[in-house]
């Protein structure tokens, strides 16, 4: 509208101009119809009724709640088959109908993984309403691994349960290479945390690679990135669910501190070793020599050392940040596109780029544009500094933990890392010895 | 001996005093989140939806969606139609003659039929199966005509992604989350008639 006046008007006219916007308000309103009605409704001589605009209706909200009521019941029943049955496929059968039925069905929408980015939503941006259903998904699973561990992962999320069922030559992974890529969830957690404050948009879903298996979707490259990790996850167990998932790193705090977790032997272990070998996901830990590898004094003062570096990382980590944060913002579409259009604008083309004519077409100026960007830029530095120093301490906290030492009289299981699988159950002897019991 | 065994019970308790004091740290961290976010939350569901008022037709619905053909399909309210024998949503501009043949229509699936009504009046309506989305009769309508043809996301078809892969690329920021209970965004006068 102000283009199309002001084209008529040259600059200075503004009176003229506000003039000529009432006259056009004045006729519109005035006019029976909207001036976008070139044609009045025809009075028909003949019996014609005008139909009614029919669409399909939507689906019944019932479903909004069996799924989540689907979701506490399968919780519950992999949870009683981690801790009380100890069967391992029992686990298994109830991971497949998670698979067909969360996953082909209801097609994966929605999940407690993409649930992070409503919640966050949620917080972030007042004009977002989140339903209550997510809020469930997103918490429900949370409780359960407070409560028993990741029992969530273990048979409930299609995605492990379609990796779960690739694990063919599972091998182990060195130390150093397994902790450096369990770093990487905290990395995309964090980065797209700040993408959906800055909303910029979701970028768990974009990157999401089995949401397309689910629905025989058409993103080829989705299909592709899918189609390698389910490749490496023949060798290396679960590989979304260790170094991708940004929903783990949440399971893994909780599942640290659950009350009850599943335990590899149902008894006294006696260290035989056989439980470490059946562990996909490099989550036992074996027991340690009675002697501590080195004098106590020398990992205290090591200690000391890096209590001293985390906040000279997380400060660096974070001044770090916010300067990448500047540069992130460019992957914000609509910061992108005002560059584009600046650009064109000073170089005087009428060569538009697609989305800067569409942008041209519709009824937005380049004055909201211009403040839109620049609340999201200040975001972005704002949240880039936050997330920078976030992945630092993360860093930081990693290196003391893989610095301190702590005797294990017998084989652990890492509750972090567990995913309640129950691989190990059937390769403990004791078990086994219990089973017999049982059944004389 | 009975020292060390007491110091490795007060180690212990050390322990299990941290464990219980985190466990509740965390517990009540992911309440107070999911509190917070109650406030701002509703007990019906969200689904995505277009405003047809927004909507410029860039074609992008009919090939951004992850369904194929699109969810998105073309609505026609009859309420605000002006039943031209020259439909500028029907035809292309300008057509070598007002008849059903293939070179004079705009819409590439022939989804469109047009009925004779009365002298000089025909009725335009779509066959939502053939649909696939893409505008062009809309846009037609909306330059000549009425504006009575418009783009909506159909909730039979629409799989409800956590984030609608069109309205990310919708250049007119015309897509929005809407009550599940009244999905669809029908055009004013459209809705008058039913």
């Known amino acids: 509208m102000r283009n199309f006046v002001t084209c008529f008007f040259p600059r200075g006219s503004k009176l003229l101009t506000i003039v000529l916007i009432m006259i056009l308000f004045g006729v519109i309103s005035a006019a029976p119809l909207p001036a976008e009605y070139r044609f009045p ?24 709640y069996l799924d989540l009521f689907v ?9 009683y088959l981690v801790l009380k049955r100890r069967s391992r496929l029992g686990i298994f059968i109830i991971s497949i109908f998670s698979l067909i039925y969360l996953g082909f069905l209801r097609r994966g929408c929605i999940c407690p993984i993409g649930s992070i980015q409503n919640v966050t939503l949620a917080i972030f941006d007042s004009g977002y309403i989140i339903p209550l259903t997510v809020i469930g998904f997103f918490l429900l699973p949370l409780i359960y691994t407070l409560l028993f561990g990741r029992s969530f992962c273990a048979g409930v999320c299609p995605f492990g349960a379609l990796q779960d069922l690739v694990i063919l030559r599972p091998v182990k992974l060195p130390a150093w290479l397994s902790q450096t890529l369990g770093l990487f969830p905290y990395v995309y957690l964090g980065t797209a945390v700040l993408f959906t404050a800055t909303g910029s948009g979701f970028l768990i879903c974009r990157f999401d690679p089995f949401v397309e298996i689910f629905r025989f979707g058409s993103r080829v490259e989705m ?22 998932c940004p929903y783990s790193v949440l399971l893994r705090l909780f599942s640290r501190f659950a009350i009850w977790h599943g335990t590899i032997t149902p008894a006294e272990c006696v260290n035989c070793k056989l439980c470490h070998d059946s562990c996909p996901v490099d989550a036992i830990l074996p027991s340690t020599p009675q002697a501590e590898p080195e004098s106590r004094s020398r990992g205290v003062k090591r200690l000391m050392l890096l209590l001293i570096l985390i906040p000279l990382l997380t400060g660096g980590g974070a001044v770090l940040g916010s300067q990448l944060g500047h540069v992130m913002s460019y992957l914000n579409s609509d910061v992108r596109l005002q560059t584009q259009i600046n650009r064109e604008n000073t170089t005087g083309t009428e060569n538009y780029s697609e989305d800067s004519s569409f942008f041209r077409e519709s009824r937005q100026t380049e004055e909201q544009l211009a403040e839109q960007v620049a609340t999201t830029k200040a975001d972005f530095y704002t949240g880039g500094f936050l997330l920078g120093g976030f992945i630092a301490l993360v860093f930081a906290l990693k290196l003391i933990s893989l610095s301190l030492w702590r005797k294990r009289d017998e084989y652990e299981i890492d509750k972090a890392q567990c995913v309640s699988c129950g691989r190990c159950f059937e390769y403990c002897p004791v078990e086994a010895q219990h089973k017999r019991a049982k059944d004389d | 001996m009975a020292e060390a065994d007491k110091e490795k019970n007060n180690n212990l308790s050390r322990r299990d005093f941290l464990r219980y004091g985190f466990r509740a740290i965390i517990g009540l961290g992911a309440l107070s989140v999911a509190g917070h976010t109650l406030f701002s939350s509703k007990s019906h569901d969200m689904v995505w939806q277009l405003d047809p008022d927004k909507c410029i ?31 500028s949503g029907y035809f ?25 009504v009365e002298d000089p009046y ?25 504006g009575s043809l418009f783009l909506q996301v159909m909730h039979d078809r629409c799989v409800n992604c956590n984030e609608c892969s069109i309205a990310v690329t919708c ?6 989350r809407v009550p599940a209970h009244s999905p669809y965004l029908l055009k004013k006068a459209a809705e008058g008639s039913g």
Do not use: M, W
Not at chain 2, 57 to 73: E, F, H, I, W
Not at chain 2, 93 to 116: H, V
Not at chain 2, 171 to 176: D, E, F, G, S
């Open chain 1, 41 to 64: 409704r025809p009075e028909f001589k003949s019996e014609y009724e005008i139909p009614k605009t029919e669409v399909p209706a939507a689906t019944p909200s019932i479903y909004e």
């Open chain 1, 71 to 79: 979701l506490v019941v399968l919780l519950s029943i992999v949870s």
């Open chain 1, 223 to 244: 299909l592709i990135f899918g189609g390698i990790l389910l490749i490496i996850g023949i060798f290396i167990a679960r590989p979304y669910c260790r170094f991708l």
């Open chain 2, 57 to 87: 037709q860039c074609g992008r619905c009919a090939t951004r969606c992850v369904l194929s053909p699109s969810a998105v399909k073309c609505v026609h309210a009859f309420a605000i139609c002006g039943y031209c024998d020259l439909c």
């Open chain 2, 92 to 116: 292309r501009q300008p057509p070598f003659a007002l008849d059903t043949a293939a070179e004079n229509r705009l819409c590439p699936t022939s989804a469109i039929k047009r009925t004779y």
């Open chain 2, 122 to 146: 025909y009725e335009y309506t779509i066959d939502q199966s053939l649909c696939i989305g893409c505008g062009k009769c809309v846009k037609g309508c909306g330059s000549f005509g009425n």
């Open chain 2, 171 to 176: 250049p007119a920021k015309a897509y929005t």
